[in-house]
Each structure stands twice: as C-alpha cells, then as structure tokens.
C-alpha cells in the first residue's frame, strides 16, 4: 500500500467505528447485514443477506476521509466536502452499474446497485473461500505448480474478458482475487470506480489508487497512459509474489534506479523455479518490464507463450481445421467437376440432336428440291411436247390448208406456245416452287 490508507488485511473485530451493525435492513428490507468484512479508502465491505437469504457481499461507497455516518445515513464531514462526496457516490454508483454487464466465471458478479443512507451500494456474489494473499500465506497451504499454472490461465481469461469490454480493473493484487471451494480464482475489487472518485475529489485525490509492488509505475502518475499491459504488469507481480513469497520491488523504485543509471532492483524469476516452464517464469518477468513496450500486450499473448497445452490442442485443431477445408475444397472440385461433365454432356446430346434435325430437315429440303425439280422436268417435259403436238397439229393443218387452197394470205400464222407451266400457275399447283416475295413452303 502506498500510503497505508488502503487496509487489506481481514477485518479483526466485527465492528468498525462507522460500519453498519449487524441487522441493519437496506433498501426496504431486501438485504440485511450480517458481518462488517473490511473497511478500505473508498467503502466497507460486508457479508449480508439478501431477501431469499441467500448470502450476498454488499460494498458501500464509503469514503472515509470525507464522509461520516450520523443514525445510519453517511453524509459528508463537511459543507466544503459535499459537492465532492456527492461526485464519489454518483461515478461509485455509475461504474458499479458499468461492472454490473461484466459476466464471466473468474469476475465476481453484482446482481444489485442501489443507493440508501444516502449513499451507493452494490450487492456481489459471495464467494465462498479465501484470498490469494492468504492462500500463499498460509504455510499449510502449499500451491502445486499445476495450480498455479491453472489459476494464473485463468485470470488471464477474465483479464482478456474484461479488456475485451474496455474496462482495466486497475487493482489487480493477491488480496483481490479470491480462491473458491473449487480452486477457481475470482477477481473483486475493482479500482478503476477508485480511480475516478480520486479525480472527482481533492480530499481523495491525496489516496494513490496504488499498491506499492503491485502497480505499474504509470499508475504513480495522474493521467498518464493506461493499458492491457498495465493490468498485465499488475498481475506479473501478483504471480512473482506467489513463487517467491513476496511483492516485487515497487516500481516507482526501480525507475528512479534506472534514471540514475543503477542495476534495476527487480530480481528475474526465470531460471530460478525448475519445477515451472521456461516460458511460464519468462512471461512473468516479461509482463513485469518498467516500460509498457517490452510488457506483453494482451492476456491473450500471455496465454499463447504460457500455455502449452492449448497450444498444442489450438495446433492441432488448426491441422484438423486445414484438413477438413483441404477434404471440402477436393470435394467441391469434384461436384464442381461432375456438374461440368453432365453440363458438357447435356451440352453435346443438345448438339447431337440439333444436328440429326439439321441433317433431317437438309435431307427434307434435299428431297424436296428433287422432287421440285423431277416435277419441272415433267412438266416440262409435257410442255415440250405439248408444243410439239401443237407445232405438229399447226403444220398439218398448214398443210391442208395450203392443199385447199393457194391463197397463201389466208393461211393461219401459228399460235403462240402457252406453256403448261403458266397455265398451271394460276391454280397455285406449284406454289413455293419458283422464286417469289412471299414464302416458301419448303425454304
Ligand atoms: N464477493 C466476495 N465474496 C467473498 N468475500 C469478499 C467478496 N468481496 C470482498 N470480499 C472480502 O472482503 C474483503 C474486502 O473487499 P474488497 O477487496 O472488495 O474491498 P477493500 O479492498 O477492502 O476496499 P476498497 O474497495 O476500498 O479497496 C476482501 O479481501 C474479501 O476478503
Ligand atoms: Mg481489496
């Protein structure tokens, strides 16, 4: 702790001077308080029921240098602190509500915010178990390897969760993850509602929202740059805390060693714990660098290097993944194929037939024209001799008449050749078989 302000350790009486009793009702009797948990800078916490009498922690927004409790209600020590209280109750209540959406099984839920005694409460899970802090306190308690490796993937997937969701929980520390029956960790306590009241007040601005060892060195520094490193820097030191039993050296410390050109104060895990993977301790003293650049960036990244197990497992579904699209590709080239085949065969049975009609019709038109052209024939055949009688007929009848009588001017000039086909024509016997401007039967 900075500054000592924040108290994390449990609470040794059930009492505190401002605390709540136990029995005192909350907003209309839907939840009563059991126990006085813990008081920090900013609220006390307690261990209450709730109306089906189901355990509920409930966190109320007391902030103990500017405000005081008077028949229940909190209220502020002064007129000149009012304005400032009002401000550290309503962002409590806004960035309550703002956890509130946050659901995830390694982050403690609300179910409930509200306000009473003039003042902001939020109603948690309880969880059921200890603290990280007192986990590796214990000297009875001894954390397998395995463990740890499972509860640090584990925060690391709530961390990535809420960064997904734009939040930074900005407090990450042994003491603000607890350890449920199960041995699943769960994360409470978030700073950033602190961080905003510290800026909304003067009065509070004097409480660092830091924990020496823990917080990253930007955290010293008021509106400086804040990320997923930050976060990540915080749990670095709550994982360096766990192999070694204590805080790394803080870092405004090891800053200052750098500025003035002294060894950085921080001791490397890496090569020092052989019952941990290389990559396990490496990402520990990576995600504990002093400048935000050299930290890992995201709990994702942290995942990936430490992780092997599901690397191995994301590999090798990746490997199933590329053999299953591999096995879709060929199949679809196959349907692709096959379709184009019976396309290709469709295609050329069309042509087929198309040509066995072209030939029937050009046979057809063939014939037809012969059978024009035999008829033609015929008739003009019968034309020819037609004319031939009737040139025959003229002759002899020249003939006999030239024998009757010498008048050579009576003699009859022959008549003119009328051809079979032009008296065919009128009665449409031979219609389409000469050119013409209308259509033709058989072209
Ligand atoms: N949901 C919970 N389930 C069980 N115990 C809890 C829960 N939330 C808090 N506690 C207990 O209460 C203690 C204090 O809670 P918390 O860390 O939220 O506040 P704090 O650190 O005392 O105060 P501040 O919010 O001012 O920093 C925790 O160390 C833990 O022992
Ligand atoms: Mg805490």
């Known amino acids: 702790m900075s500054d000592g302000q924040q108290n994390h350790e449990p609470a040794q009486s059930d009492s505190f001077a401002d605390s709540l ?101 939020m109603a948690l899970d309880f969880v059921r178990g200890r603290d990280l802090l007192d986990t590796i306190e214990d000297p009875r308690m001894k954390l397998h390897p395995r463990d740890v490796k499972d509860i640090l993937l584990k925060c690391l997937e709530a961390v990535h969760y809420i960064h997904t969701n734009d939040v930074l929980h900005r407090d990450i520390s042994p003491d603000n993850i607890l350890i449920d029956g199960k041995g699943n960790p769960v994360l409470i306590d978030f700073g950033a509602a602190k961080e905003e009241a510290t800026r909304a007040s003067r009065a509070l601005s004097a409480l660092h929202v830091v924990k020496d060892g823990y917080s990253p060195h930007e955290f010293y520094i008021a509106g400086s740059t804040q990320d997923a490193s930050s976060d990540l820097y915080s749990l670095g030191a709550t994982f360096y805390h766990v192999l070694t039993g204590q805080a790394p ?40 660098s002093v400048f935000p650049p050299d930290r890992i960036q995201s709990a994702r990244d942290w995942i990936e290097l430490v992780d092997t197990e599901r690397r191995r497992s994301a590999a090798l579904a990746q490997a ?49 024209a012969r059978q024009r052209k035999k008829t033609l024939d015929e008739l003009a055949l019968l034309d020819d001799f037609a004319f031939h009688q009737e040139q025959s007929k003229n002759a002899e009848e020249a003939a006999r008449r030239s024998a009757m009588s010498v008048n050579h001017d009576e003699i009859t000039p022959p008549k003119r050749r009328k051809s079979i086909l032009s008296r065919l024509l009128p009665f449409g016997l031979l219609r389409g078989t000469f050119r013409g401007n209308g259509p033709s039967d058989y072209l």
């Not at 502020?76 to 401000?87: L, M, V």
């Open 249 to 288: 050296p803080d870092s405004q410390a090891r800053v200052s060693a750098i500025a003035s050109d002294r060894p950085d104060p921080y001791r490397p895990v890496s090569g020092k714990f052989p019952q941990f993977e290389d990559a396990f301790l490496h990402a520990i003293d990576k995600a504990l």
């Open 320 to 368: 199933e993944l590329d053999r299953q699209i591999e096995l879709s590709i060929s199949r679809l080239v196959q349907e692709t194929n096959k379709a184009v085949e019976a396309d290709i065969k469709e295609h050329e049975a069309k042509a087929k037939a198309e040509r066995k009609e072209a030939q029937r019709l050009q046979k057809l038109a063939q014939e037809q």
């Open 21 to 121: 009793k136990p029995g005192t009702e909350l907003l209309h009797g839907q939840f009563r308080i059991e126990k006085f948990l813990n008081a920090g800078g900013f609220g006390m916490t307690y261990l209450a029921r709730d109306s089906l009498d189901r355990i509920v922690v409930i966190k109320e927004c007391f902030p103990s240098s500017m405000c005081c409790r008077n028949n229940g209600a909190v209220m502020a020590r002064s007129r000149q602190h009012q304005a400032e209280f009002d401000a550290v109750v309503k962002h409590f209540g806004a960035e309550a509500r703002r956890l509130s959406k946050l659901q995830h099984p390694h982050i403690v839920g609300i179910h409930q915010v509200f306000e009473d005694n003039q003042t902001a409460y």
